[in-house]
């Protein structure tokens, strides 16, 4: 298989994993291969312990998923039928949802219907100016059939989300940006690379299990798991990082630098500790 018949691109920079679908002559239309390769490659990419984050997008800048592949799944007709199409996209897209390490939507154009379902997905969404999002199935007279119904609600409220749907409008970038959808918007003359590697410096700059300790806690939350749960969840990454090497170099880090200051302000010479 070329590089132009496979549905999604996979690359890996560093302590972060590009993936990049490449259906650019269907707007990155979802189907059922790109649906499935969506799936294998996370699931595939969550054994891998170096990661730190992941980052989804549409090849070219017309659009990151301008929803499901009508053509194809115009042959869906039956209640059984669309109950099974339901699972399958559900389940590829839980692989984002349920990833270890933060996964951030780079919107490079239009996220429509399932498309915006694939955003939701992600953690995070940093767009580029010209992209839209919505939630646009109403159009079809559909509801989400992607599982992502759970998390349009869940960013903008169960009022303001059921607005969005019904209307059926998609937001532009600083649109989404002020109504929660979107977390950055790529500035004036920024391309939408440089935008990601902005929001992704401060994230990177974290260590590899702190990031998943915290991701593991927001993952906790989106399932709605019990408060023992989610307590007994926090209190185990608590010890683990507690205790990791990595907390107490930082510990000695932070006393040096507030003696050193202390001693500056004082006039006195800083007082030298042994490695």
């Not at 595939?44 to 992941?54: E, N, Y």
């Not at 990791?244 to 170099?249: E, K, L, M």
Request: glycine share 8%.
């Amino acid at each position: 298989m070329t590089a132009r018949d496979t549905p999604l691109i996979v690359e890996r920079h560093d302590s972060v994993v590009w993936l990049r679908i490449n259906r650019p002559a269907s707007r990155n239309a979802l189907c059922r291969k790109t649906l499935a390769a969506l799936g294998s490659a996370f699931a595939a990419a969550a054994t891998d312990p170096a990661l730190k984050a992941a980052v989804l997008s549409g090849e070219g800048d017309e659009a990151f998923a301008a929803g499901g592949d009508l053509k194809e799944l115009s042959s869906v007709r039956s209640p059984g039928q669309a109950a099974e199409l339901f699972d399958i996209a559900s389940t590829a897209l839980d692989e984002l949802r349920h990833f270890p390490v933060p996964v951030i939507a780079a919107l490079n154009g239009l996220a429509l219907g399932g498309g915006a379902e694939l955003a939701l997905a992600c953690d995070f969404r940093v767009a580029a100016a010209h992209a839209k999002i919505g939630y646009i199935q109403a159009q079809l007279n559909i509801s989400p059939g992607f599982g992502g119904g759970a998390d349009v609600m869940r960013l903008l409220g169960p009022s303001r989300a059921m607005l969005h749907c019904l209307t059926g409008v998609p937001l532009d970038a600083r649109q989404a940006h002020a109504a929660g959808l979107v977390d950055q918007v790529a500035a004036e003359g920024e391309s939408l690379a440089c935008s990601v590697a902005r929001f992704l410096e401060p994230i990177l700059a974290q260590t590899a299990q702190v990031i998943r300790a915290y991701k593991a806690i927001a993952i906790a939350e989106r399932l709605g798991l019990p408060l023992a749960e989610r307590r007994k969840l926090e209190r185990d990454s608590f010890a683990a990082t507690w205790t990791h090497p990595d907390h107490w170099a930082a510990v000695n880090a932070f006393t040096e630098a507030k003696q050193r200051r202390r001693c500056e302000r004082s006039g006195r010479p800083g007082v030298e500790h042994e490695p």
